[in-house]
């Protein structure tokens, strides 16, 4: 599987942006998917993961604490597109967003650990302005 991040940019603070993820492959709705950031200086966390189509974790999404009620992660299996929906961003929304894919073999494992993930992206930047 490869993954292609895009919709990064520039926006100010309450804005929106919208990411998109990609990928290649007959495979992607088998996979869960997941969104994860990288601010400068500090680790990779997690943002959002959404469910494959069938097996453990079907039809669910998570969100980290920071984004619940600002940002909506949703795929459309028929394009083997995932997206990630931002609103109200502020500063602090500031990093490269990375998506990633979560096969079968680690469904069970934590949503929200790097760990569970076996592809990623390249990343797209995003900077939230004052």
């Known amino acids: 599987v490869q993954l292609q991040a895009s919709g990064g940019g520039l926006v100010q603070s309450g804005g929106s942006l919208r990411l998109s993820c990609l990928a290649s492959?007959?495979?992607?709705?088998?996979?869960?998917m997941g969104w994860f950031r990288q601010a400068p200086g500090k680790g990779r966390e997690f943002v959002a993961n959404i469910g494959p189509r069938i097996g453990w974790g079907s039809g669910s999404t998570h969100y980290a604490d920071f984004v619940k009620g600002r940002f909506t992660i949703t795929r459309d299996n028929s394009k083997n597109t995932v997206d990630l929906q931002m609103n109200s961003l502020g500063p602090e929304d500031t990093a490269v967003y990375y998506c990633a894919a979560q096969p079968q073999a680690r469904s069970r494992m934590s949503y929200s650990s790097t760990t569970s993930y076996e592809y990623w992206g390249q990343g797209t930047q995003v900077t939230v302005s004052n």
């Open positions: 492959g007959r495979t992607f709705s088998m996979y869960g």
